[in-house]
């Protein structure tokens, strides 16, 4: 339970047009201020940073200014992610979590290529939730 994702549509009175009340404010700063890696942006590099630190046991705080994770990408149908499997080898801890998870979905969510995988970005939201519930996220 090291990590949390604070995006700026997090609070209700956001969404309905008002400006969030100061306890509010004051707990996300009392957030911020228990984070040991401040992660800014949920596009590719920003998950896997996130990803990568709350494994290693940090206290990760993922901000996120979109509903959702995949960066600009995230905005189309398909998403390619090159080297992730370079020469056909793992990577790194991080990819293959996120390989495994999107493999789990079956042949609609992921294909892999020589180097690359080739992902359907809803199944890719989704796996990023998965793995991050698995790394220990609020």
Request: with cysteine; net charge neutral; charged share 15%.
């Amino acid at each position: 339970m090291g990590s949390g994702v604070l995006g700026s549509s997090d609070h209700p009175a956001a969404a309905e047009g008002q400006a969030p009340n100061r306890i509010s404010v004051r707990a996300k700063m009392r957030q911020l201020a228990q984070t040991d890696v401040l992660v800014v942006g949920g596009g590719p590099a920003g998950i896997g940073a996130a990803l990568g630190a709350a494994r290693a046991g940090a206290k990760t705080l993922l901000i996120e200014s979109q509903g959702f994770f995949g960066g600009v990408a995230a905005w189309s149908l398909g998403m390619p992610i090159n080297q992730m499997r370079p020469e056909r080898k793992p990577r790194s801890v991080v990819h293959e979590l996120l390989i495994q998870k999107l493999l789990a979905y079956g042949d609609q969510a992921v294909c892999i290529g020589q180097h690359q995988l080739y992902c359907n970005v809803d199944y890719l939201k989704v796996a990023v939730l998965d793995a991050l519930d698995e790394v220990g996220w609020i």
